[in-house]
């Protein structure tokens, strides 16, 4: 059965901290793995990965995914109080369906 | 509109009524999704529709669950005779298929379900 685990499930940091959050997937027939961060409502799109060892980055945002370890992680520097949200891992497969199948989040909450 | 448009935002209906809940994707976006989600929980796949393909009905959960899509625009997920554990967010969200890859999900801010 395909999976989509993320760790730890919750995080308390203060500004400044780095932190580090985990995706590991077990998936027939991989194609790619995205990030997404949720505040109220709607997941919002961070980064789609499809090759191992390229890091993508947006502002203090990064993210890197190992194909042969299947594993993503996503990194956040010097955190402020508007990065508290739950951030979501997904991988697509073409086992027949394009699904997206989703990880229960890491809940990250940054204090002041 | 420019984003994944759901309605209502918020439904409070008593168990055993059935509850009608609407997505409009983003104009263009082939690929549409709904999906579950209960409280302090992750995204519980439902329904996949793709064009004019048959849809992927395997996150159904149980037959009381139906879904429709006109074309490649709305879609209304339909639950009959509500019960409490339904109670959840709803999320449509709406992608564009290319060659062999979906881009990424655009969702809709979804519709909150209370069954009393």
């Known amino acids: 059965e395909d999976k989509v685990v993320q760790s730890p499930l919750s995080l308390v940091v203060h500004e400044g901290d780095t932190v580090t959050l985990n995706c590991s997937y077990e998936?027939?027939?991989?194609?790619?793995l995205l990030w997404y961060k949720q505040e109220k409502k709607a997941p919002t799109f961070l980064f789609m990965l499809?090759?191992?060892?390229i890091e993508k980055k947006s502002g203090r945002l990064s993210s890197i995914l190992d194909k042969k370890e299947l594993f993503s992680i996503l990194n956040i520097t010097a955190t402020q109080t508007g990065d508290s949200a739950i951030y979501l891992c997904a991988v697509t497969a073409t086992s027949g369906t394009y699904k997206y199948i989703f990880g229960t989040g890491t809940r990250l909450k940054v204090l002041a | 509109g420019a984003g994944v448009s759901q309605s209502p935002s918020n439904k409070v209906t008593e168990k055993g009524k059935d509850v009608e809940l609407r997505c409009d994707p983003i104009s263009g976006h082939t690929a549409l999704y709904w999906y579950r989600q209960r409280l302090g929980q992750g995204l519980e796949f439902l329904i996949y529709?793709?064009?004019?393909?048959?849809?992927?009905k395997s996150g159904l959960p149980s037959d009381r669950f139906s879904a429709e899509r006109t074309g490649e625009s709305v879609s209304t997920l339909t639950i009959q005779r509500t019960q409490q554990e339904d109670s959840a967010v709803y999320l449509c969200?709406?992608?564009?298929?290319?060659?062999?890859?979906?881009?990424?999900?655009?969702f809709g801010n979804g519709t909150r379900l209370t069954v009393t």
């Open positions: 529709f793709q064009g004019n393909s048959a849809p992927d």
């Open positions: 998936v027939t027939n991989f194609r790619s």
């Open positions: 499809t090759s191992s060892g």
């Open positions: 969200a709406s992608s564009l298929r290319q060659g062999g890859y979906n881009s990424p999900l655009h």
